[in-house]
T-cell receptor
Framework: DAKTTQPNSMESNEEEPVHLPCNHS???????IHWYRQLPSQGPEYVIH???SNVNNRMASLAIAEDRKSSTLILHRATLRDAAVYYC?????????????FGTGTSLTVIP | DAGITQSPRHKVTETGTPVTLRCHQT?????MYWYRQDPGHGLRLIHY???????DKGEVSDGYSVSRSKTEDFLLTLESATSSQTSVYFC??????????FGSGTQLSVL
């Protein structure tokens, strides 16, 4: 299974953009890149996902490198409510490949 | 929450006793998952199901069994609980786009 590598922790000032990196050098051509976040004392929640092209939604943007070996989750203006653990995972949607493996993620601290 | 209910929310039990955690969904999704979360280890997949009576092991399945007799229910059983199984357990479902939705979790303490 393709794995991902993320920094253990990052800090950001409130109202500034945040770029959360993820390396996935062994990604296969059919792996989707998913991002989830987990607020304190809650279950993880879906943030965004993509395959090759950059993606935007109301929560964040996902920038995917041209070779797909890395990606970056972009929070355009960090708020205190964005303080969470962010997980980057790969998912292969082919039949029998619907396992989702999480690592330890990146703990984001937002400084007021 | 995307129609996922975990029960119980909290449980304290003794070593050697059987424990069953229940996950119930109202979304009629095919895939369901059980994870455990421990400090320093993040979320680890225990078992998952891809349909009624169809289940498979995840990365930390030893000491756990699962059953899925109905689409809406996915049960996780610890046949003989050990202190190393003290953890927070999360159930999740996967929709047709492959997005995961998690329950609120069950805090299990094995004394």
């Amino acid at each position: 299974d393709a794995k991902t590598t993320q920094p253990n922790s990052m800090e950001s000032n409130e109202e500034e953009p945040v770029h959360l990196p993820c390396n996935h050098s062994t990604i296969s051509g059919t792996d989707y890149i998913h991002w989830y976040r987990q607020l304190p004392s809650q279950g993880p929640e879906y943030v965004i996902h993509g395959l090759t092209s950059n993606v935007n939604n109301r929560m964040a943007s996902l920038a995917i490198a041209e070779d797909r070996k890395s990606s970056t989750l972009i929070l355009h203006r960090a708020t205190l409510r964005d303080a969470a653990v962010y997980y980057c995972i790969l998912r292969d949607p082919r039949e029998g490949g619907n396992q989702f493996y999480f690592g330890t993620g990146t703990s984001l601290t937002v400084i007021p | 929450d995307a129609g996922i209910t975990q029960s119980p929310r909290h449980k304290v039990t003794e070593t050697g006793t059987p424990v069953t955690l229940r996950c119930h969904q109202t979304e009629n999704h095919r895939y369901m998952y059980w994870y455990r979360q421990d400090p320093g280890h993040g979320l680890r997949l225990i078992h998952y199901s891809y349909g009624v009576k169809d289940t498979d092991k995840g990365e930390v399945s030893d000491g756990y069994s699962v059953s899925r007799s109905k689409t809406e229910d996915f049960l996780l059983t610890l046949e003989s609980a050990t202190s190393s199984q003290t953890s927070v357990y999360f159930c999740a479902i996967s929709d047709f786009e492959g997005k995961l939705f998690f329950g609120s979790g069950t805090q299990l303490s094995v004394l």
